[in-house]
């Protein structure tokens, strides 16, 4: 397993351009669906001597089926974002209060379809750490860091069949073991393992 904490910034980005996505990540969405365009924020943060991811637990809500669930920052496109960056970046100072000038956007992966008709775009960038987070609480319970090296090692996650209503063939759903008393699972580990992949390149 490769020690991603020898990578610099530099390097992550660079990956990031060059690198190519592992196929495994990345389920082919069905052809008669129509999906919304969302971004998610991928923090990066340098702590304790390791790279580590930023996650979110979303407050339970009964309008949202995603309530209570480990995912980025992130949501919706909306008319006035001048792009699905600036739609990640928006989202993440209104949940948690990064500032868009405090993150330095060192890439993206390719767009990851969800089995809510969500085409997401996960944007990485690098975040200053401590950080003061403001949380908002009607859209996040907490937020938590995973190191990148347990994120990738592969005793700590797996694909795992399920079936969709409609479907007629099981999709693979990823999982990660729990950790911190969270479970990171569904497009948001899918997105992590994306990332994962680019970084092992």
């Known amino acids: 397993m490769h020690d991603l904490n020898l990578l610099s910034e530099q390097t992550i980005a660079r990956r990031l351009v060059n690198g190519s996505p592992n196929p495994d990540t990345l389920p082919a969405p069905p052809l008669s669906e129509a999906f919304r365009d969302a971004a998610v924020l991928l923090p990066l943060l340098w702590y304790d001597r390791q790279w580590h991811l930023l996650y979110i637990r979303r407050a339970q809500r009964d309008s949202d089926r995603h309530s209570g669930q480990v995912a980025f920052p992130g949501g919706k496109y909306e008319a006035e974002d001048h792009d699905l960056r600036s739609t990640a970046l928006r989202e993440a100072h209104e949940e948690v209060g990064i500032h868009p000038s405090d993150v330095r956007v060192l890439g993206q992966l ?33 937020t938590f860091t995973l ?29 990660f073991n729990e950790y911190d008393g969270e479970l990171l699972w569904g497009a948001t580990a899918r997105m992590t393992l994306s990332l994962l992949a680019r970084l092992q390149a």
């Open 110 to 142: 390719d767009d990851h379809h969800s089995v809510s008709h969500f085409r997401i775009t996960p944007v990485i960038g690098r975040i200053p750490w401590p950080y003061p987070l403001t949380l908002q609480s009607s859209e996040v319970e907490r």
């Open 147 to 175: 190191p990148l090296n347990w994120l990738a090692d592969p005793n700590h996650h797996e694909l795992r069949p399920w079936s969709v209503a409609g479907q007629r063939e099981k999709i693979q759903i990823a999982y």
